[in-house]
């Protein structure tokens, strides 16, 4: 009988299959870390990712569209993941790798609960009103990533200093997301831009990629930029604690999903005509940075208290 049952070579060869389908990214990335680390950042990533696809209708992230069955689509994900934090074989890899990650860290159980909650709200069909409202947003589908993220580098579970820092790493990656992603999710028939701030700038509901109201958009992919630069800035500042090769895999994806964020306040009007991207050899170079910076992070990102102007997770 345990003969059949998966084996954790397979579940990991499975999740690193995941992320290389999934993300570019975040598989460059996950190289830079050491071994075990990354096997850890594979687990974690298929889950969120098979999460992601059941939620969106997608594979491996791509082809997102409306669903007609979120609700049940939602319980399955939940089903599973409980099973997984129970310690139970699941027979799905993705929930598998959650199991096998969950068993190899502390993870405190309420931290994906906290992501399939994220999921809950695009399932109700939930729109921010206010900018906190869209961090609370953030947190749950990105912020709390960093968090488990921040495990599986060995942080420790009760370590809220560097766990701030490492929710304010996900925050930064999902404003720049939101940022590009302006007109996939408008597709989708979703829109992350709160409520505010299209009333702020007269654009109506629903119509943020209309053309008359591009140059007015563009002010609102700038301000999501910014957001997302001061949270990037913040998470940096969490590096020293972590090894050289976890800070500088850190280091190496703040700089790609940054460059995401700039580029898009960059093109102003022009940032939905075509996706946001980086090149490999643009990936090259901030990876040979990063690795400069994490050997000198000490003397770059020295201690100071986190800017108390942003947005903070919640506690448990």
């Known amino acids: 009988m345990n003969d059949a049952l998966p084996t954790r070579d397979a579940i990991v060869a499975a999740a690193r299959e995941s992320i290389a389908k999934g993300s570019k990214s975040f598989s460059t990335a996950s190289l830079l870390f050491a071994p075990a680390v990354r096997e850890r950042a594979w687990l974690l990533y298929a889950w969120c990712r098979a999460c992601d696809d059941i939620a969106d209708g997608q594979t491996h992230g791509h082809a997102m569209h409306a669903v007609e ?3 049940a689509r939602l319980a399955e994900m939940s089903a599973k993941t409980e099973a997984a934090l129970a310690d139970e074989i699941v027979g799905d890899p993705a929930f598998d790798a959650l199991r096998l990650f969950a068993a190899e860290t502390r993870l405190p159980h309420a931290w994906p609960r906290d992501l399939i909650a994220g ?3 695009d399932a109700e069909g939930w729109r921010p009103r206010t900018e906190d409202d869209l961090y609370r947003y953030c947190y749950h589908v990105a912020g709390v990533v960093g968090c488990m993220m921040a495990v599986a580098m060995g942080v420790s579970p009760d370590d809220d200093a560097v766990l701030d820092r490492a929710c304010d790493l996900g ?3 999902q404003l720049a997301n939101i940022a590009r992603d302006v007109a996939e999710d408008d597709r989708a028939g979703r829109c992350y831009l709160p409520v505010d701030w299209l009333v702020e700038l007269d654009i109506p509901a629903g119509e943020p990629m209309a053309l008359p109201y591009r140059q007015r958009l563009a002010v609102l992919g700038k301000r ?5 630069a001061a ?3 913040s998470a940096r500042q969490g590096t020293p604690a972590l090894s050289f090769r976890s800070a500088w895999a850190v280091l190496a994806a703040a700089a790609i999903y940054g460059a995401i964020g700039r580029t898009v306040a960059a093109r102003g009007e022009h940032a939905w005509d075509r996706r946001v991207t980086t090149s490999g050899l643009q990936k090259l170079a901030f990876i040979a940075r990063a690795a400069r ?4 992070r000490q003397r770059l990102y020295p201690d100071a208290p986190r800017d108390a102007g942003l947005w903070r997770r919640p506690r448990d």
């Open 171 to 173: 925050m930064a990656f």
């Open 119 to 121: 999921f809950a709200l």
């Open 224 to 228: 999501l930029a910014t957001r997302a």
């Open 231 to 233: 949270f990037e800035a």
């Open 293 to 296: 910076q994490a050997s000198g």
């Open 69 to 71: 069955d979120p609700t």
